[in-house]
């Protein structure tokens, strides 16, 4: 039996039905309590919860959701067909027939995955470079504050090279946004 969902219940004692992929249910099965690394995804005509293993694993899910047209169930669903450490090894080998193995990934979703997260997730992951930077942040907001919607910006905001100062950053996406 394939168990997707697990309902969480807060110490204040209110449930939430949250997804997990069978890696983590191997891990929780049959004890009472456990603790998960869980987070809200809200959009305009959805919420959902979704577990992870790790903070490398969560970085990966948040990564993958930036890519245009991937979005957060497609994420997951990539998260559920693999660990971490495999999935890296295919995009380090740009192995795009890996991913479209993936259901609801096809080609061009695959090609995006190995091209956009390339140089993202390399064997020398930091733990303090999993989570979008305070720049990231600003530019989103700076970005937002000149009128351009989130899609707009979800779809530049991921190209971009993380190293470059906030002025370069918001440059370049305006640069991305216009063309």
């Known amino acids: 039996m394939a168990v997707d969902k697990v309902v969480i219940i807060t110490p204040a004692g209110i449930g939430f039905q949250v997804e997990i992929h069978p890696r ?3 891990k929780i099965r049959g004890l009472k309590e456990a603790d998960l690394r869980v987070r809200m995804i809200l959009r305009e005509n959805f919420f959902a919860f979704y577990a992870f293993e790790d903070d490398k694993e969560e970085y990966l899910f948040t990564l993958l959701e930036k890519i ?3 979005g ?3 994420a997951y669903n990539i998260l559920r067909f693999a660990d971490f450490e495999t999935i890296r090894k295919k ?3 740009k192995d795009t027939a890996f991913f479209q193995q993936i259901p609801k990934v096809g ?3 695959a090609q995006k995955v190995v091209f956009e997260l390339g140089e993202k997730i390399t064997e020398d992951f930091q733990a303090g470079e999993f989570f979008p930077q305070q720049e990231d942040k600003m530019l989103s907001m700076a970005l937002r504050s000149l009128g351009f919607s989130t899609e707009d910006i979800k779809k530049v905001s991921g190209g971009i090279q993380p190293n470059l100062p906030l002025e370069e950053k918001i440059k370049e996406a305006l640069k991305k946004i216009n063309r």
């Open 91 to 93: 995009i380090q080998q």
């Open 24 to 26: 983590i249910y191997r």
């Open 68 to 70: 245009h047209k991937i």
């Open 72 to 74: 957060a169930k497609t």
């Open 107 to 109: 080609r061009k979703s």
